[in-house]
């Protein structure tokens, strides 16, 4: 079975700097790709950044130059770390993971269970 759990959010003040981590548990084939999602009150869940199996990434517009995604293949791990927060980052952080669990098949997504993180003004 196939866990995501995140950590390292929490309250921070605006142009601060906080690093998310997600560790996946679980036996599987391959990584296909691990991101991080987000959703505020009210909002939908978007897309923050992406990063694939050869580490082709991919990044929100807004978080460009301040987020920086990255990973650790022998851990299964993704981060998130994020730069010069912004009350509008307030939200909550999720971390997804697409997997193989056997060659030629089809991946499937997991979600983690999310992560607060506040930036006041």
């Known amino acids: 079975q196939v866990q995501l759990v995140e950590s390292g959010g929490g309250l921070v003040q605006a142009g601060g700097s906080l690093r998310l981590s997600c560790a996946l548990s679980g036996t599987i084939f391959s990584l296909k790709a691990m991101g991080w999602y987000r959703q505020a009150p009210g909002e939908q869940r978007e897309l923050v950044a992406t990063?694939?199996?050869?580490?082709?990434?991919n990044y929100k517009d807004s978080v460009k130059g301040r987020f920086i995604i990255s990973r650790d293949n022998a851990k299964n791990t993704v981060y998130l770390q994020m730069n010069n927060l912004k009350p509008e980052d307030t939200a909550v952080y999720y971390c997804?993971?697409?997997?193989?669990?056997?060659?030629?098949?089809?991946?499937?997504?997991?979600w983690g269970q999310g992560t607060q993180v506040t930036v006041s003004s």
């Open positions: 997804n993971a697409d997997v193989y669990f056997r060659p030629f098949a089809p991946s499937y997504l997991y």
């Open positions: 990063m694939t199996n050869i580490g082709i990434t």
